[in-house]
């Protein structure tokens, strides 16, 4: 059964810090790894990795893929309060079904 | 990437009843799925949505409870039967390209069952 762990599961920083947001997983036939980003209802995409070591960036946000070590972080520099959001890691596998993560509930206090 | 609207975006529905979601995208796409998020969860997979023919239910899913339509490639609907609170939850649809591209969602349906 395919698997997809993400840690931590909350995190309050300040406006200004820096975080992490891990994800691991265990699953069949790898074919791609996205991050989300869900504010109320739906979940808003964020970074598609396909391969290792290669890192994606739009603004503030980063993220990279260990296809040996079956994980993936995103970053996030200079958090500010509109980061707050539950940050939801998936991988598609074999039949192109998305498996999510439990999800990270970040909170950034001013 | 395509645009999915989804409807309704919130109800709340007497126990018994049953409530049907839309989703319509601006686009053709290859696949449809409809998830399940309840208060404080991932999202959890009830189905994939085939074209033309019967869906593919997730185990602990089944068909009389959540029947799904998708006629065509642009179009689909779920169906949440015979309500109980235990129904509560966020409804998303979500599409993806035939490629290895990724999935979108509709904008989610808050449903409160009483």
């Known amino acids: 059964e395919d698997k997809v762990v993400q840690s931590p599961l909350s995190l309050v920083v300040h406006e200004g810090d820096t975080v992490t947001l891990n994800c691991s997983y265990e699953?069949?036939?790898?074919?791609?790894l996205l991050w989300y980003k869900q504010e109320k209802k739906a979940p808003t995409f964020l970074f598609m990795l396909?391969?290792?070591?290669i890192e994606k960036k739009s603004g503030r946000l980063s993220s990279i893929l260990d296809k040996k070590e079956l994980f993936s972080i995103l970053n996030i520099t200079a958090t500010q309060t509109g980061d707050s959001a539950i940050y939801l890691c998936?991988?598609?596998?074999?039949?192109?079904?998305?498996?999510f993560g439990e999800g990270t509930q970040l909170t950034v206090n001013p | 990437s395509a645009v999915i609207s989804q409807k309704p975006s919130r109800d709340i529905c007497q126990r018994g009843t049953s409530l049907t979601i839309q989703c319509q995208v601006d686009?053709?796409?290859?696949?449809m799925f409809w998830y399940r998020q309840q208060p404080g969860q991932s999202l959890t997979l009830i189905a994939t949505?085939?074209?033309?023919?019967?869906?593919?239910?997730e185990s602990g899913f089944v068909i009389d409870k959540f029947p799904i339509s998708r006629p065509n490639l642009t179009f689909s609907t779920l169906t949440v039967s015979n309500m109980s609170p235990e129904d509560s939850s966020i409804y998303l649809c979500?599409?993806?390209?035939?490629?290895?591209?990724?999935?979108?969602f509709g904008q989610g349906t808050r449903l409160t069952v009483v």
């Open positions: 998936a991988v598609v596998a074999s039949g192109s079904r998305l498996t």
């Open positions: 699953v069949t036939n790898f074919r791609s």
């Open positions: 396909t391969s290792s070591g």
């Open positions: 686009s053709q796409v290859t696949m």
């Open positions: 949505a085939n074209q033309g023919s019967e869906a593919t239910y």
């Open positions: 979500s599409g993806r390209g035939q490629r290895n591209t990724e999935a979108f």
